[in-house]
């Protein structure tokens, strides 16, 4: 069963809105939840990570909500630029105190930005 | 500098071939890792090496052999693939075993 869930396989935004993408996730024991892009052929790109004991977390345009209780965070872009279109991938490191980097990814969410 | 250096890029090989993925870092991370992404799914983690000493192996097939001759270097060594194995073969290394850094992947395609 998926740990970590993308449920939206797409989003298209107009150049200079918002884009909110979302991620659930089933444990609620997770404590660090990470944010990579990923374009074609490439390797992902580590964005914004947030640790449970934040519910926000800020770095340029780029701003990850964490809501526990609902065991659930979002990303959110503003405002979104063409060079913003590739996939965007939730992961999970589960064993954050013993921490041996075995992120559990997402599905990802492909976001297409249009000018 | 967080660059994850990963040869080659492209690789096809014959199932009876033995062949090797490299890859780089000089960032003096502890830890390097093998993930594997197959075509619209996510990345799945196949192997860690932490201070050079592999601590976890994702019941990996033996046909995929990883090594890690120095702490910069980890190589993955192919040998009897399957056409199923084919995917895109990612390099990550990481200070704090928290946050990845990975390279641009090998695009590996078996015949």
């Known amino acids: 069963d998926q740990q970590v869930k993308q449920n939206s396989p797409s989003l298209s935004v107009q150049e200079g809105r918002i884009s909110i993408l979302n991620c659930d996730y089933t444990n609620s024991m997770f404590d660090y939840f990470l944010w990579y892009k990923k374009y074609p052929a490439e390797g992902p790109t580590f964005l914004i990570s947030i640790s449970s004991i934040k519910d926000k977390n800020e770095d340029g345009r780029f701003t990850v909500f964490l809501n526990k209780s609902a065991k659930h965070l979002s990303l959110h872009i503003v405002p979104s630029q063409p060079g913003d279109s590739a996939v965007y991938f939730c992961a999970v490191n589960p064993n954050y105190g013993g921490s041996q980097g075995n992120l559990i990814f997402g599905k990802g969410t492909k976001l297409s930005v249009k000018p | 500098d967080t660059e994850v250096t990963q040869t080659p890029k492209h690789l096809v090989m014959g199932m009876t071939n033995k062949k090797s993925l490299k890859c780089e870092q000089h960032m003096g991370h502890r830890a390097m890792y093998w993930y594997k992404q197959k075509a619209k799914k996510p990345p799945e983690l196949m192997f860690v090496?932490?201070?050079?000493?592999?601590?976890i192996n994702e019941s990996v097939p033996s046909r995929f052999s990883p090594e890690c001759p120095n702490s910069s270097l980890l190589n993955l060594h192919l040998h009897a693939l399957q056409p199923e194995d084919s995917a895109l073969y990612l390099c990550?290394?990481?200070?704090?075993?928290?946050?990845?850094?990975f390279g641009s992947g090998t695009q590996l395609s078996v015949l």
């Open positions: 090496y932490s201070y050079e000493k592999l601590s």
């Open positions: 990550a290394s990481s200070q704090d075993q928290i946050v990845l850094f």
